[in-house]
């Protein structure tokens, strides 16, 4: 763990290992002539700041994810 007054100390530090994991291997991934940015909601109980609120859905409590979406439905 970095100190708070360490500059990549955030909200999000104990996850960015995985993020930059995952941002090596979907560079990896050729892109197609066609896409589309999509989101999707993911429903949860957990008890974490980046949820939102959101009354007319059956599950409440969602964390929203962006996708980047082509012709294969990736």
Not at 15 to 40: A, E, G, H, T, W
Not at 49 to 58: F, G, H, S
Request: hydrophobic letters at 30%; aromatic letters at 12%.
């Amino acid at each position: 763990m970095k100190p708070r007054d360490h500059p990549d100390h955030g909200r999000l530090h104990k996850l960015r290992p995985v993020v930059d994991k995952l941002n090596d291997r979907f560079q990896s991934i050729p892109l197609q002539q066609y896409l589309c940015v999509d989101r999707q909601l993911c429903a949860t109980k957990g008890r974490y700041y980046v949820k939102q609120y959101l009354l007319a859905k059956p599950h409440k409590w969602e964390y929203k994810l962006y996708m980047l979406c082509g012709t294969d439905g990736f």
